[in-house]
T-cell receptor
Framework: SQQGEEDPQALSIQEGENATMNCSYKTSINNLQWYRQNSGRGLVHLILIRSNEREKHSGRLRVTLDTSKKSSSLLITASRAADTASYFCATDILQGAQKLVFGQGTRLTINP | DTGVSQDPRHKITKRGQNVTFRCDPI?????LYWYRQTLGQGPEFLTYFQNEAQLEKSRLLSDRFSAERPKGSFSTLEIQRTEQGDSAMYLCASAQRNYGYTFGSGTRLTVV
């Protein structure tokens, strides 16, 4: 079963605008990760934020984590057409064997 | 090539046939994962190896599915007596603890 839920399911913006995607999850986590997937391809790791961190930056990406609300957000600033892809949050849960549990993703379209 | 390799990229098979996929992980990574992804959904966990030991199997993995990782190196995923519902992208990933996963490009299975 899916642990996380991304919101929105689809997002369409103009090039140059910022894109924000949200993720909510249910159980306690070790860390939360964001991945990008271009159509029909494998997933690419973007950023990992540990449960004791609140914010992390990587280039044009900014991730926040609120463990009290069990939620995270991914902000992509100054979007480009090449950012068009599906974005997934994945939680490394504390229970059981270590594995990532993925949400259903946000489909991001950047219009030139 | 230092990434995760999967073979084949595409497989079309007739219902009832057996298929086998291969995954070559990053050599330094002792953890190897198999996921399945259907169109418009996030990846779903199938099974996980630490070195050669298979530590967890999802309930999604019926007895028609078997995975091996001999000598803790490459891994194979076999599906026996394929069904149309097995059509999906099968993703392999390798990882080290508390780092992001590296995914292969996947094997797209079509059962006709």
């Amino acid at each position: 079963s899916q642990q996380g839920e991304e919101d929105p399911q689809a997002l369409s913006i103009q090039e140059g605008e910022n894109a924000t995607m949200n993720c909510s999850y249910k159980t306690s986590i070790n860390n939360l990760q964001w991945y990008r997937q271009n159509s029909g391809r494998g997933l690419v790791h973007l950023i990992l934020i540990r449960s004791n961190e609140r914010e992390k930056h990587s280039g044009r990406l900014r991730v926040t984590l609120d463990t009290s609300k069990k939620s995270s957000s991914l902000l992509i600033t100054a979007s480009r057409a090449a950012d068009t892809a599906s974005y997934f949050c994945a939680t490394d849960i504390l229970q059981g064997a270590q594995k990532l549990v993925f949400g259903q993703g946000t489909r991001l379209t950047i219009n030139p | 090539d230092t990434g995760v390799s999967q073979d084949p990229r595409h497989k079309i098979t007739k219902r009832g046939q057996n298929v086998t996929f291969r995954c070559d992980p990053i050599s330094e990574h002792n953890r190897l994962y198999w996921y399945r992804q259907t169109l418009g959904q996030g990846p779903e966990f199938l099974t996980y190896f630490q070195n050669e030991a298979q530590l967890e199997k999802s309930r999604l993995l019926s007895d028609r599915f078997s995975a091996e990782r001999p000598k803790g190196s490459f891994s194979t995923l076999e599906i026996q007596r394929t069904e149309q519902g097995d059509s999906a992208m099968y993703l392999c990933a390798s990882a080290q603890r508390n780092y992001g996963y590296t995914f292969g490009s996947g094997t797209r299975l079509t059962v006709v």
